[in-house]
C-alpha cells in the first residue's frame, strides 16, 4: 500500500518541471484494429473472445475454424461498451459448440487483425494430464511499470528502466506458451492506480490511469489472446487511487471496478450445468448459476478440475473494499446480501468428485502468509475457509502478497496431520510475486505450516493434474525458468460428494 509520501517525495522533480505526460499507446489508422485482446472458457465447449477498438462497432464478429485458411464458421455480436475516460471500446463475442481438446483458428473482423489460435476446452471428466499458469499482481513493464536484476525488495533502489525492457513473467509465458492451458489471475492486473509513481504523470492522473490500463493490456494480449484467461478482482482494479479514502477524486469510470467489469464482465462465465447423474448435484449446479455474478464470483469446470473464482475485496461481512472497509476504498457491493457465500456453497455442494475430482479456489488476499498479520485478510478467513474446508477444496491459489509462498495443507492456522498424503484441509499457495511497480515483500516472519517463500526474484506457479489423484505445483523463476520448489499434493478422491 502506498502512503502520501510516495507523493511528496517527487515534488522537487515536479518543481524542475521534468514531466512527459501520460504514455498512451498509438492509436491506429484503422480504428476498427483489434487491441488488449483476451479470451475466456465462458461454457461447456465455449470460448469467450474479447478485445477492445477505438471505436463503436455496430457489430463484433470472430471467425474461426479448424484450418487456419479455412476459417468457415462466424459470430457476431452487437456489444461494444465503454465508460467516461476511456478512449476504446470492449467487444465480445461466445463461439459455442466447440469440438473438446481441439486446436481452433480465430480471426477477429476487421481490414487490420490477423489469425490468431486456441485449445477449446477439455470436457469436464477428461481425465487426461495438464497444466495451469497461476499468475497474480502482474503489473505494467516499460515507463510506467519496472523490471530489473536486482533486489527488487529494496523498492526505494529501482532505477529508471528502458522502456524496451522485458517484463520477465509475460516472457516467460510466452516462451513456454505450449506447456499450460489456462491461466488463472485472481486480482491485481495493470496496477494503473499506481499512476502517480511516475512523476512525468503528476498532471495527467486521469490519462495516465487510462494509459496504463491500455499498455499493460496490449502487454498481456499475446498470452491472453491464445490461452483462456480467467480474471477475479483485486483491490488494485477498485478504483483510480491506492491511496486510502480517496475515491472522491476518481472520475466517472475510474472508481467501482468500472474498467474490470467492463473488460470481463461478458467474458467470464457463470456456472456450468452439472455433468453428474445426481439430480441434487443438478439442484445445486442450477442455484450457483443463478447467484454467479461473474467477474466477480464464477466456476467453470475444465477437464478433471473444477474452478472456483472468487471475490475477497467486496460482498461478505468487513470486506476490506466494501464502504467502511479496511482498505478504504469504498466499492460494491456487486450483489445481494450473502450471495456470494450462497453461491460458494451451491457451487461446491454440486462437485461430483467421480467426474471432476480435482477443486481449485482462486481468490486475491491470502488468509495464510509469510510476513506477520499485516499480509493475512483476517475478514477472508472468516468469511471463505470454513466453506472451503467444508465442501473438501483441494488447492487455494492467492496473490496480494508480492512473493511465492507454499504452505502445508492447512485448516484453523493448523497444518493438517495428514500433510500431502491425502489431507483433509486445503493446500495453499500465493503467487503474487509476478512483477509489478511495487515491488516484491520480503518473506519476513515465517510460520510454522509454511514450506516455501521466495522473494530473491519475479517468480509465479504452475499446477499440473497428473492425474485423478496426484496434483504438482511448481514455483517458476521468471527470468531463468529454473525450478524453485515443486510438490506433489495426493488425495484418494474416494467420496462423490465432500461434506465435512
Not at 506458451?177 to 489456462?182: A, F, G, N, S, T
Not at 488463472?184 to 495493470?190: L, T, Y
Request: include cysteine.
Amino acid at each position: 500500500m502506498v502512503t502520501s509520501v510516495t507523493l511528496l517525495k517527487w515534488l522537487p522533480v515536479v518543481a524542475t518541471g521534468v514531466m512527459a505526460g501520460a504514455s498512451y499507446p498509438t492509436i491506429p489508422t484503422d480504428l476498427t484494429t483489434p487491441v488488449q485482446q483476451r479470451i475466456a472458457i465462458n461454457g461447456a465447449n465455449a470460448i469467450s473472445v474479447g478485445w477492445n477498438t477505438y471505436e463503436k462497432l455496430n457489430q463484433s464478429c470472430v471467425q474461426y475454424g479448424t484450418s487456419s485458411d479455412a476459417l468457415t464458421e462466424e459470430v457476431c455480436s452487437t456489444t461494444s461498451a465503454t465508460y467516461a475516460t476511456s478512449r476504446t471500446y470492449s467487444n465480445a463475442v461466445i463461439l459455442s459448440s466447440l469440438t473438446p481438446a481441439t486446436t481452433y483458428y480465430y480471426k477477429i473482423v476487421s481490414t487490420n487483425s490477423s489469425v490468431e489460435q486456441f485449445f477449446s476446452p477439455r470436457t469436464a471428466g477428461d481425465k487426461t494430464s495438464f497444466t495451469i499458469s497461476a499468475v497474480i499482481d502482474l503489473g505494467v513493464y516499460g515507463v510506467d511499470g519496472y523490471t530489473i536484476e536486482a533486489d527488487l525488495s529494496k523498492k526505494s533502489l529501482i532505477p529508471t528502466i528502458d522502456p524496451s525492457l522485458n517484463h520477465t513473467t509475460i516472457g516467460r509465458l510466452a516462451a513456454t506458451i505450449d506447456d499450460y492451458e489456462l491461466v488463472i489471475h485472481p486480482g491485481d492486473f495493470g496496477y494503473a492506480d499506481n499512476w502517480f509513481e511516475k512523476p512525468k504523470n503528476l498532471f495527467d492522473e486521469v490519462d495516465a490511469y487510462e494509459a496504463i490500463l491500455e499498455q499493460f493490456y496490449d502487454q498481456l494480449a499475446p498470452i491472453a489472446g491464445r490461452k483462456p484467461y480467467m480474471a477475479s478482482p483485486g483491490n488494485h482494479e477498485a478504483d483510480c487511487e491506492e491511496l486510502d479514502f480517496t475515491t472522491a477524486l476518481c472520475p466517472t469510470g475510474q472508481k467501482n471496478f468500472t474498467d474490470f467489469m467492463n473488460r470481463f464482465g461478458q467474458t467470464m462465465p457463470t456456472a456450468f450445468a452439472s455433468t453428474s447423474s445426481n439430480d441434487t448435484a443438478k439442484i445445486n449446479a442450477n442455484k450457483a448459476k443463478q447467484l454467479a455474478n461473474p467477474p466477480f464470483w464464477y466456476s467453470f469446470e475444465y477437464g478433471m478440475i473444477h474452478v472456483v473464482m472468487f471475490d475477497t475485496e467486496t460482498d461478505f461481512t468487513n470486506a476490506p473494499d466494501s464502504p467502511g472497509g479496511s482498505a478504504g476504498l469504498n466499492s460494491g457491493p456487486f450483489g445481494a446480501t450473502n450471495q456470494q457465500l450462497e453461491f460458494l456453497e451451491a457451487d461446491l455442494a454440486s462437485v461430483d468428485r467421480t467426474v471432476t475430482p480435482w477443486v481449485i479456489a482462486g481468490g486475491h488476499r491470502p488468509w495464510y502468509s509469510t510476513g506477520g498479520s499485516g499480509n493475512q485478510c483476517s475478514e477472508c478467513q472468516t468469511a471463505f475457509e470454513p466453506i472451503l474446508y467444508k465442501y473438501g477444496v483441494d488447492l487455494g491459489i492467492f496473490g496480494h502478497v508480492h512473493n511465492s509462498q507454499r504452505f502445508m495443507p492447512t485448516n484453523n492456522s493448523i497444518a493438517d496431520p495428514n500433510g500431502m498424503n491425502d489431507p483433509l484441509a486445503p493446500m495453499y499457495i500465493v503467487s503474487g510475486g509476478t512483477g509489478n511497480i511495487e515491488g516484491l515483500t520480503s518473506v519476513g516472519t515465517n510460520v510454522s505450516y509454511n514450506a516455501f517463500a521466495y522473494a530473491d526474484d519475479f517468480s509465479y506457479a504452475t499446477v499440473t493434474f497428473l492425474d485423478s489423484n496426484n496434483l504438482q505445483v511448481d514455483f517458476i523463476q521468471s527470468s531463468t525458468g529454473t525450478i524453485l520448489d515443486t510438490s506433489v499434493l495426493y488425495k484418494s478422491h474416494t467420496e462423490q460428494f465432500v461434506v465435512q
